[in-house]
């Protein structure tokens, strides 16, 4: 009984988590408030920050929408929150990120994906007035949110695709250099031994 009795306030707890609030990036905040919160809201530098170590700004339109701009010597992220009214005094929010370093390749989809996901668990701690979670910023937040079409897709096969891609295409530029060595090569033992003096023609001592 008493472990039926701790399952049941388990799953209470998960089920309130889930479905408690409603809809996940819906807030019951007026849009004025959600944009004032959110633009004062200090962003964390550190490793387990929404940027990291990256040097942040925030700054916004005036009403409706947010942006955030991370930037260091490796790599640079601009990630934007939407606000629309719902109702009289709710708010729905929209997220995406984009950007990345030069060190990404074909996984620049997925990093600017966890960038996101930090993002949007930086909004609900902010408007929740909690503190930043690291372990919900890598996705549990953000799972409750639907997905935006600007989002870069950050799947993991999207991710193997485009590293063989990349992979498919440093072979063939190698491919060509040797082509071009190969051929610099001919050109120059077909015209090894020439002999050329101004006004004369030239001579091949091996013709």
Request: net charge neutral; aromatic share 8%.
């Amino acid at each position: 009984m008493k472990y039926l009795l701790l399952a049941g306030a388990f799953f209470g707890v998960i089920f309130y988590a889930w479905f408690g609030r409603g809809v996940a990036n819906v807030y019951a905040m007026a849009p004025a408030e959600v944009y004032q919160a959110l633009r004062s809201a200090p962003v964390e530098k550190g490793n387990g920050g929404v940027f990291g170590n990256l040097d942040t700004s925030v700054s916004g339109n005036g009403d409706s929408v947010l942006y955030w701009n991370a930037s260091g010597s490796h790599a640079g992220y601009h990630c934007e929150a939407a606000i629309t009214p719902e109702g009289s005094d709710q708010s729905r929010l929209t997220a995406f990120c984009g950007g990345g370093g030069a060190s990404d390749g074909a996984a620049a989809g997925m990093v600017s994906a966890m960038k996101r996901k930090a993002l949007i668990e930086h909004i609900d701690a902010t408007l929740g007035k909690r503190p930043f979670d690291a372990h919900l910023a890598q996705g549990s937040t953000a799972s409750g949110w639907p997905s935006d079409a600007r989002q870069p897709d950050g799947s993991y096969g999207t991710a193997v695709v485009g590293a063989l891609k990349a992979e498919q295409e440093i072979k063939g530029m190698i491919r060509d250099a040797e082509k071009q060595h190969e051929a610099e090569q001919a050109v120059r033992a077909a015209h090894a031994g020439v002999q050329f003096k101004p006004g004369k023609p030239m001579v091949n001592p091996n013709q």
